[in-house]
């Protein structure tokens, strides 16, 4: 779908519709099965509409094609990020060193506050 863009065109930018949306109905894309289709509504919900589909809009450049190449490419690699698979974590202990850096740093902490603090014993 096109329309008119705001941006780059100058003058023309009434004559000529260079903006480009692009829509993709998850639901209706025989490209992937139901396993997919659920991950993507998942892991895409902000942006997956009320209606199931996801709208890719690019109107950055002055031509339509390059326009329209933009585009496919975002919509590319938004279903490629939705579809990776996830990195399980790997847990890990802290080291010795990061230990030891944060126990110095509340000491000094704790002698920062101690300083500040009013004791009966201290003049004023």
């Known amino acids: 779908m096109t ?41 895409l919900a902000r942006r997956v509409g009320s209606d199931g589909t996801i709208r890719v809009v690019c109107g950055r450049h002055r031509s339509q094609r390059d326009n329209i190449a933009e585009a496919c490419e975002r919509l590319a690699a938004l279903i490629r990020g939705g579809l990776a698979p996830t990195r399980a974590r790997r847990s890990t202990q802290p080291t010795r060193a990061s230990k030891r850096r944060r126990l110095e740093a509340k000491g000094r902490q704790g002698q920062k506050k101690q300083v500040r603090g009013w004791s009966w014993d201290r003049e004023r």
């Not at 100058?10 to 099965?33: H, K, P, S």
């Open 3 to 43: 329309s008119t863009a705001s941006g780059p065109g100058g003058q023309r930018v009434n004559r000529v519709q260079t903006r480009v949306t692009i829509v993709l109905d998850i639901e209706a894309c025989d490209a992937m099965g139901e396993p997919r289709r659920r991950l993507l509504r998942s892991r």
